[in-house]
């Protein structure tokens, strides 16, 4: 589904007649592709080909299997058009049962063009933007060896005018003693033809001049693509810890640092050779020397942007002109943490030690088959930190600090030696776990919201709630590895809970949400706030329900109003799971059931945690519950679900009774289970208006908590 998943991004942006040539509509139309996107992954199509006539047999199964899930896709699909169009196509592939191979080799060939398709797409903006910079480089460096190539003819010029001097001086002589007119003609044809070498020696020099400036004017204008390219790269590295993809390959970038310092050093070579000085263009040349050798240190690997002192992590630098590095003495790169005030001062060392970090140096190494040069601090660690005065109300998690990566290199061809340093993304520093989900409330708002080139590290207050939405969106759907984004019912949901706006109906798009909306502020009537309840949300998601969700059985993010809004005219048993908004980390289920008078109400199932799908999955809780029957809108929980049933366990071995664990509701499970033999405390995550749930087991109780210790 991964592909699936970065293919359907794409095919926004492709016309029609690609599409329809990628997935033809008569043989294998895109909605197969679609709906079952995660099981044509997981199969072995590479393995085919026509002339394998043994492999029929496997094709045919493989067909056959096919054909069954698009039809029972399609009787489940609430959408009658929808359903319609997939029975169409189920029949339609059938034509296939003659010629099986046909229909395998056709789909691994789809899937091969997809991949370069995502090949082609992961690399066209890097071929765009080689292209810009090769061009670039490529007109400088034909520029370069013109400059080169008159100074080789200026030499044979100056050469030539050496020796017709030379025989100038040798035929005055003559003259004077004999006075012989043929002599006098001579020596007039070898003045002119000196002077007219004289001419020529001058206007190549100011030539040569005028090309060596449009040089380094070139030079200059390549060099600060390069540098925004430096830029742009650590922006994208920034917003990829909210899922925004990022391209993290270097090689492209370091043989343009490589390439652009060669030009320098020819550049600085024929100024030499000009043999008499030209100040403007030896500093201009002199400065993006310096800028080009400062520039080219990045941080390939981020350190943890959460990270918790007296525990390891790890990070690299990498140095982009690292094979052009004077062999002889090793360049040690030391790190040091620093806080938000001597980010902003680089220009000066920092004095004050903010805080101690072991294992804090590691040595710029080459790989040859890489051609990479990196130092990587494997087992760094901060010991101690040291805060600043905090205003108002601010936490320590809402402090930012940076590693700073310094050294001092010298650049074979560079006569001295050059001082170089970068820093890292902002860190935030803890001391204790429960901290955490704090601390990477503040990293998720620098980076979402943060600009290009600030001053370290400042970032807005309030944003509107479209961008806010936008990240979480994106951070929800990388983290749980999943194409299926939030909808607008879940937007709308999340906007009127981080506003306390229930009753809103109205766009939130343009009102602004603030920090400590986001995280400082807890959501009225709860103990957390809005970004520990999503957090938890999402990792629950993460870890226990990715596939519920990738297949859209998940209604997700819904208010009580729009829940009974959408549930009142459904039979009883319709139900749909939500996430809970009464506490962090619950997935409930909501459901129409009958009152004692005859008529209907909506029922919320005590909300399952991670603990509680731990020890037995949501699927078969599902299962176990009688009460509920549809999912909502009307798919037979039995048909939608079946697939993540667990199989029931075969009997253990030495005369041991089988034992099993179900989830009972409400009457049936305080009726059904058995009262303990001891007084046990109220589960803390009981909720009123919940109907409770018990785990229903074939033993004691004492027998039930052992097993589950174990």
Known sequence: MAQWLRISQMLQCLPDDTINNLYPPSAFPIEVRHFLAEWIERQRWDDFALENVEQESQARALLDQTISMLQSIAQQNGNVVDRMKLMQISRNMTMFQQDSLQFTVMVREILTKERVLLGTDLRSAQIRRRRSSNTDVDHLVLKVIEVQDIRQKMHQLQEELNWERQNYERLQGPIQQNGLDHTKSEIQKLQNHIQKLEYNVKAMATKRFQLLKECVDCLDQCQTRLISRLKAWRWDQHKATIGQPFDENLNPLQTWCEQLLGVNGKLRQELMLIGEPIPELEERLGKLL????????????????????????????????????????????????????????LSSVPGDNVGELINNTAILEHNTSSKSTCATFRNMSIKKIKRADRKGSESVTEEKFALLFSTEINITGCDTPYRIQMISLPVVVIVHGSQDHNALATIIWDCAFSEPDRVPFMVSERVPWRMMYSTLNSKFTSEVLTHHNLDQYNQHFLAQKIFDKPDFADDFSNILVTWAQFNKEVLPGRPFTFWQWFEGVMELTKKHLREYW?????????????????????????????FSDSEIGGITIAYVSATDNGGQKIQNIQPFTKRDLEIRSLGDRIRDIDHITYLY??????????????????????????????????????????????????????????????EDMDLDIDKLLESLHQ
């Open 633 to 694: 809108p009307e798919f037979p929980k039995h048909e939608v679900f079946k697939k993540f049933y667990t199989e029931p366990q075969a009997s253990p071995v030495g005369g041991y009774i089988p034992v099993s664990l179900q989830t009972k509701v409400g009457t049936e499970a305080s009726s059904d289970t058995p009262p303990p033999l001891t007084p046990l405390p109220e589960s803390p995550h009981s909720a009123v208006g919940f109907p409770s749930v018990s």
């Open 290 to 345: 310096q800028v080009l050798i400062e520039s080219s240190l990045v941080v390939d690997r981020q350190p943890p942007q959460v990270i918790k002192t007296q525990s390891k992590f790890s990070t690299t630098v990498r140095y982009l002109l690292g094979e052009k590095v004077a062999p002889g003495k090793p360049v040690v790169l030391k790190a040091q943490i620093i806080n938000e005030l001597q980010a902003r001062n």
């Open 550 to 578: 990738s297949e859209g059985l998940i209604f997700g993010f819904i208010g009580k109003q729009h829940l009974h809004l959408i549930l009142k005219d459904r039979p009883n048993g319709t139900f749909l799971l939500r």
